[in-house]
């Protein structure tokens, strides 16, 4: 079966620090892969998606970015944090040939940046 | 572009009695809607969808929903409300074009009172 691991779980941030989350996707190939935002616990908002490795596209432009260095791995980076960046962050994955599947999702990252 | 409404920030019914989360989506082309729910500090997770075919579709945990084409809507039911069902609640909207994007309403807090 299918698994996605995000870490970590939590993470406190100075302003001005660099950023990395990952998140790893098991028991499946070329999926489409996903970074999303939720702020204050409502709404979702997508940062980066990406159809395979080395290939992301951004939604929002900002202070974030994100790579595929593996089919089954995204990173979201930022090289200086922003107060703005706190949020809740979740990577997500879908099949990469089917339009009309469902999401997967992580158990997300809580940022607070400082 | 496509868009999710999801018209109430937040639903109160009684444990036992029915419930209904609304939402509208606008699209282009067919439609393929999904409905996710949210528990504290978690990701989403997958309920139910819609493709094609029969307008009322079944999910997880007795929820289903109802497709209407011609009212561009997509409500969450349940006949008989759980407390355990107390939860954020997302419709997610994505068109047969747009390459496995999804759109997300903001979301429905459901709080069932026992």
């Known amino acids: 079966s299918q698994t996605i691991h995000q870490w970590p779980a939590t993470l406190v941030q100075p302003v001005g620090s660099p950023l990395s989350l990952e998140c790893t996707v098991e028991?499946?190939?070329?999926?489409?892969l996903y970074w999303y935002r939720q702020a204050a616990g409502r709404g979702l908002q997508l940062l980066f998606y990406s159809v395979g490795i080395g290939q992301i596209s951004s939604e929002v432009p900002q202070n974030l970015s994100a790579s595929r260095p593996q089919d089954r791995q995204f990173i979201l980076s930022s090289k200086k944090l922003l107060l703005s960046d706190s949020g809740f962050y979740l990577c997500a994955w879908s099949l990469w040939d089917r339009t009309n599947t469902e999401a997967f999702f992580g158990q997300g990252t809580r940022l607070t940046v400082v | 572009a496509q868009s999710v409404a999801q018209p109430e920030d937040q639903v109160n019914v009684a444990e036992g009695n029915p419930l209904t989360v609304k939402c509208t989506y606008s699209v282009s082309g067919n439609p393929y809607l999904f409905w996710y729910v949210q528990y504290p500090n978690r990701g989403l997770q997958f309920l139910l969808k819609y493709i094609t075919g029969d307008n009322l579709v079944k999910g997880s945990y007795g929820f289903e929903a109802e497709f209407n084409k011609s009212q561009t809507s997509f409500h969450l039911k349940k006949p008989s409300a759980l407390v355990s069902d107390s939860a954020l609640y997302f419709c997610?909207?994505?068109?047969?074009?747009?390459?496995?994007?999804?759109?997300f309403g903001d979301g429905t807090t459901l709080t069932v009172k026992p």
């Open positions: 028991g499946t190939s070329n999926p489409n």
């Open positions: 997610a909207v994505r068109g047969n074009t747009n390459a496995g994007k999804s759109t």
